[in-house]
């Protein structure tokens, strides 16, 4: 493993687990069944659980990792393996933008979860192109995760979720997810956190 990844995987990823598991535990339902599509490791979803144990969440991904620490179904990137409104809420952290069509997959999470959370980048700013493809790189070439690269402004991202039928309940973009440090480069926008509400049939 290369040094900058050694370096996420020892520092920036447990901080972002923690931050972003603080962030979006508030939002989920009261003892609510959620799905984590595109769960990777489980640790977000895990930490999510630590703060609310009543919640019964289980996961999805591409790529089953053997260590993943929840339940891990198989799926193939745009068909959620699962009946039409089996779960009170999908999360979608970081998962849209390794996909070339993220409005498929956030049409199945309508599908089966009417309240969603979605977490991902946004291009805002000077060289955000080119940082957030050096952040993409740095966490997931160790995994085998498919890096299209697929960044929207957040003009966009409101564009696609109203077109289906997916109302911003919530809205965040300073999330802090790392070190003051590294926040003013790493940070600066270049995130955003929404609570979205399915408003009719996608």
């Known amino acids: 493993m290369k040094p ?13 687990v923690r931050v972003l598991a603080a962030l979006i535990a508030p939002w989920l339902p009261q003892g609510g069944k959620v799905l984590d599509v595109g769960c990777g490791d489980g640790a ?14 289980c996961g999805i991904d591409v790529l089953v990792r ?10 193939d990137g745009q068909t959620i ?3 039409d409104a089996s779960f009170d809420l999908a999360l979608l952290v970081d998962v ?11 049409r199945e999470a309508g599908r089966v979860a009417r309240t969603l959370v979605v977490k991902d980048h946004t291009l805002t ?16 070439a160790a995994h085998e995760v498919a890096l299209p690269y697929n960044y929207q402004t957040q003009a966009q991202w409101r564009e696609t979720f109203a077109s289906l039928g997916l109302r911003v309940e919530e809205w965040r973009t300073d999330l802090r997810l790392y070190p003051w440090f590294a ?8 995130h955003l956190l929404a609570r979205l509400r399915q408003e009719r049939p996608a």
Do not use: S
């Open 4 to 16: 900058l990844q050694q370096l996420h995987t020892g520092l920036v990823h447990p901080r972002r």
């Open 44 to 57: 977000l979803a895990a930490a999510i659980g630590e703060i609310r144990p009543d919640l019964h969440i």
């Open 66 to 75: 053997p260590a993943a620490r929840i339940p891990v179904t198989q799926f």
């Open 81 to 83: 393996p699962h009946g």
């Open 96 to 106: 849209l933008h390794h996909t070339e069509t993220p409005g498929v997959l956030l």
């Open 125 to 140: 700013g000077c060289l955000a192109g080119p940082t957030l493809r050096v952040m993409d790189w740095v966490g997931n």
């Open 183 to 190: 926040d003013w480069f790493f940070g600066r926008q270049l």
